[in-house]
């Protein structure tokens, strides 16, 4: 359930900045998205799996 919370929050920050026009375009958005997500410990290992 945490971990739900979490991506929730993420998402809700990532709906503001594009309503806010802080984020441009998809590109710019799944960016930010990837930095998030690897951000987070869970996903380290699968992002430096896919780097390879």
């Known amino acids: 359930?945490?971990?739900q919370e979490k991506y929730k929050n993420m998402l809700r920050r990532m709906i503001d900045e594009t309503e806010k026009q802080?984020?441009?375009s998809s590109e710019e958005l799944i960016k930010?998205?990837?930095s998030e997500?690897?951000?987070s410990k869970r996903?380290?290992?699968y992002a430096q799996s896919?780097?390879?």
């Open 1 to 3: 359930m945490v971990e």
């Open 22 to 24: 802080n984020i441009h």
């Open 32 to 34: 930010m998205l990837i």
């Open 37 to 39: 997500l690897s951000s």
């Open 43 to 45: 996903l380290e290992k």
């Open 50 to 52: 896919m780097a390879k």
